[in-house]
């Protein structure tokens, strides 16, 4: 298994950026999609983004998309999430998590999404107010 530390969260206001980063240990890091998920206390797991092992398929919930671009940099072992136009429902514990994915180069993050991935980080505090 991978071990996922995140960083990068902090205070941002409404309109503004942050990026986060998963940075990962472990032999088989090529084998791993990565997503993240966020969750707000009292509701459940979401979902945010994913990306595959090669980087060739990327994933989005609608509730992102056109504001969050998911990359990752394999020499490095990260993955990044780089939210831009934030609002203040992004406000969320983010966590990364890892599948193994030796077989089919894809990742998902719809419903239940959470229950594929087996390797999580700590997570980290992203709050946008003003």
């Known amino acids: 298994q991978l071990q996922l530390v995140e960083s990068g969260g902090g205070l941002v206001q409404p309109g503004g950026s942050l990026r986060l980063s998963c940075a990962a240990s472990?032999?088989?890091?090529?084998?791993?999609?990565i997503g993240w998920f966020r969750q707000v206390p009292g509701k459940e797991r979401e979902g945010v983004s994913c990306?595959?092992?090669?980087?060739?398929?990327?994933n989005y919930a609608d509730s992102v998309k056109g504001r969050f671009t998911i990359s990752r940099d394999n020499a490095k072992k990260t993955v990044y999430l780089q939210m831009n136009k934030m609002k203040p429902e992004d406000t969320a514990v983010y966590y990364c998590?890892?599948?193994?994915?030796?077989?089919?180069?894809?990742?998902?993050?719809?419903?239940?999404?959470?229950?594929?991935?087996?390797?999580w980080g700590q997570g980290t505090q992203v709050t946008v107010s003003s």
């Open positions: 998590a890892a599948e193994l994915r030796v077989v089919v180069d894809a990742c998902y993050i719809g419903p239940r999404a959470d229950k594929l991935y087996t390797s």
């Open positions: 990306i595959s092992r090669s980087a060739s398929s990327t």
């Open positions: 472990g032999h088989t890091w090529d084998d791993y999609a």
